[in-house]
């Protein structure tokens, strides 16, 4: 029997409603800063709510306080990482050699593989900066359109990006749901296989066929990478792969502690931080002076990333707090539908509102996370919510999201064409990551 709603739940839900539009507005009209905005909108459904003053304290400071002890390091450590990597040539060595082994013919997955690599550890924008080159070059060399080889890799680095910690957005979500980073890293892995396929490789093959995108005149001159000063194939994926076996090891064997140690996230990436520090740094004629300075500036955007995601917390303990989530749950429980469903439905409707991925994600996060009985799903199920947000939050890129513009600016396509590909291609790999989590979701 469908349970009837009582004016406390009828004041909740329109406290929560309320309190989200004005979020929106704040952000889409006004231009108000992402972390303001989230943080006026959580402390107004908390008023609207009729939570006691004191309880909306509280629930500012748990917020803060609970997201940030689960990510701060995390996100921290991973800039440090990726930073070294992306200064140390690493992202192009993995980049040229796969090209390679691969062959021309081929060089579009080997584009997508290598960008879906780079991309767990070097933040989006400075992944694309890097190897958009090779794409170019690739082009040039094949006389192809340059959508051919651009796609698939702006369809792997989307995948490593969203999907696949230590990136920071599926870290922050699996903060934030409680969920064990060895099995967001494994789900990712699997829907980002499926994505990047579907939306690199294909989808750049009929990119290429229909619109003849010529290289842009100011790199068409470019010189050629000088690979005698990039690092070796073999240590660029040995240092990646540190993280990813530590933390799936310690998921698979929680009972040996050595590995439980090892194997803690914020441990693992110190590991890693500190190989890529020695191996690609000291090893390679950097001074401890310079990479103190490259690890520092590394850390400048995560401030940000950061605040926005404890705001993204505070909207959850608020929700939680209010008795929202209570609420919340027994409708979705009503309505059976899957939370993995519900997950992606509300991250897709924050990116296409708000256009920020990381907005998306920490704003789904928040109020999944603050439904009942989310402790009693299993690490398995939880990770594919984790996926679902992700996937989500990267559907229908379009022109209030900075990467639209990126993209269409490095490229040298116009706005028309550019929402042709680039968007569509951004759907596909939330989409088919999405669809994936939720088939696994079913035997979870």
């Known amino acids: 029997m469908t349970a009837v709603a009582t004016p406390d739940a009828a004041r909740l839900v329109f406290a929560a409603v309320a309190g989200l539009i004005l979020l929106l507005i704040l952000i889409i009209k006004f231009k108000v800063h992402a972390m303001i905005s ?36 995390l996100v921290g450590l991973g800039s440090m990482f990726g930073a070294i990597l ?33 991309a767990m550890p070097v933040f989006f924008d400075a992944g694309l900066i890097i190897l958009i ?9 094949t006389k192809r359109s340059v959508l051919y080889y651009v796609i698939p890799l ?46 690199g490789p294909i ?30 194939f073999g240590t660029i994926v040995g240092i990646i792969m540190i993280p990813l076996v ?29 190989a890529a520090m020695y191996l690609l740094g000291t090893r390679h004629g950097y001074s401890n002076a310079q990479l103190e300075k490259i690890m520092t ?11 926005v995601t404890a705001c993204g917390g505070v909207l959850r303990y608020m929700l939680q707090n209010s008795g929202l989530g209570d609420v919340i749950g027994n409708a979705v429980a009503n309505a059976s539908l899957p939370l ?63 990467g639209f513009w990126l993209v269409k600016s490095l490229v040298g396509m116009d706005e028309k064409t550019t929402l042709k590909t680039w968007t569509i291609m951004e759907t596909l790999v939330g989409g088919v990551g999405f669809l994936v989590a939720l088939v696994i979701s079913f035997f979870a």
């Open 246 to 274: 530590l933390i799936i090891a310690n998921s698979v064997a929680k009972v040996v502690p050595v590995l439980a140690f090892l194997g803690e996230p914020f441990m693992a990436l110190l590991l890693a931080t500190i």
């Open 154 to 199: 702006l369809a792997g680095l989307a995948v490593g990006h969203a999907f696949i910690p230590p990136t920071p957005g599926p870290v922050l979500v699996a903060s934030m749901l409680g969920v064990d980073l060895g099995w967001v890293i494994l789900i990712g892995i699997f829907c980002g296989i499926f994505a990047m396929i579907v939306a």
């Open 38 to 73: 989230i943080l006026i909108g959580a402390v107004g459904i908390g008023l609207m709510a009729g939570m006691p003053l004191a309880d909306i304290i509280g629930s500012v400071n748990d917020g803060i306080g609970n997201t940030l002890k689960g990510i701060a390091l």
């Open 340 to 402: 993995v469903l519900v997950a992606f439905i509300v991250a897709a409707l924050v990116r296409i509102s708000v256009g920020s991925a990381t907005v998306a994600m920490t704003m789904a996060a928040g109020i999944i996370s603050a439904m009942p009985g989310l402790s009693a799903l299993s690490p398995l199920y939880l990770a594919c919510v984790t996926a679902a947000i992700a996937g989500g939050s990267t559907v229908c890129s379009h022109f209030n999201d900075s």
């Open 297 to 307: 500036k590394s850390l400048e955007p995560t401030g940000m990333i950061l605040l």
């Open 133 to 141: 080159p090779l794409a170019f070059s690739l082009a040039k060399r």
């Open 86 to 118: 992306e200064e140390s040539g690493g992202a192009q060595t993995l980049a040229v050699t796969m090209v390679r082994k691969f062959g021309d013919e081929k060089a579009a997955w080997a584009l997508g593989i290598t960008g879906l690599v780079i």
């Open 203 to 232: 989808w750049g093959s009929l990119c290429g066929k229909k619109y003849m995108i010529a290289v842009p005149e100011h790199v068409a001159q470019q010189e050629d990478i000088d690979e005698s000063k990039l690092p070796k």
